[in-house]
């Protein structure tokens, strides 16, 4: 689908609480095992995805881990072309300025070394930081690609105690901010996301319809987003898009049935 010239004014974001995943869906976090060995056999098949233009890409780890976790991903993505990096600012300890900030200086940094703006991969909460820091700074950032990232509702998680014991007393906990992390972001956005998620509800993990937004659902765990082949071939796909262009993702025809476009 290509993008619409004349699309209607958006209508103001309104906040709606979401309900956090059930506690059935905990013993399907086990698929990450699964994932792991899935990317490994596909992983010869997965370089034949699309090339990339050699822009910078940094990828921001989700709630308590650092660049350790985004390894896999960061290689597949440099293997596309791309200058690629993660955060570079230790364990993510929550939603703080530092952080946004943190993110905003490794983008400059990027953008001014490539001579691009800079596409942003964030997993968990650091797709929710990443929205935030290109709210921010748009100017920056060529597009958003988010993975498993509750921005239309934090709050809708089943890990609020470890949430209690590990963020940092430094979070930003206002309420009318929180309730507006959902709102459209000024660049191209993609949300990839699983309804059988079990850390976070899939309906906090999806962009509003509209625009230059998408939410492509596929079969995965919260844990094993980052090593999902599903996950790493709409990635590429998405990253891939020429400069200036964006269109809505479309699955070749043998993997139509494994994603779930919504847009």
Known sequence: MSDIGHAPPETPHKYRPI????????????????????????????????NGDGHGVIVVPGFSTDDNSTVPLRRYIRNRGYHTRGWRNGRN?????????AIVDNAKELADKTGEKVSLVGWSLGGVLVREA???????????????????DVRANSISIMWNLLASKDRIEDKERTEALGAPIP????????????????????????????SIEVFASHFG??????????IADRLAQKKGTWKHFEPPALMKRLYEVHS
Do not use: H
Not at 225 to 234: E, I, T, W
């Open 187 to 214: 660049v191209p956005a993609t949300a990839i996301f699983s309804s059988t998620d079990a850390v976070v509800a899939g309906d906090a993990c999806r962009e509003r319809p509209g625009g230059k937004r998408e």
């Open 225 to 234: 987003l980052g090593v999902n082949p599903l996950v790493y071939y709409a």
């Open 134 to 152: 290109t709210r921010q700074n748009p100017e920056l950032v060529r597009g958003v690609i988010t993975m498993g990232s509750p921005f239309q």
């Open 93 to 101: 300890d929550g939603p703080t300025q530092a952080n946004l900030d």
């Open 19 to 50: 309900a956090p995943p059930r506690p059935t869906l905990w013993p399907l976090e086990m698929r990450v095992l699964g994932e792991g060995a899935a990317l490994a056999a596909a992983w010869p098949a997965l370089d034949r995805a699309p």
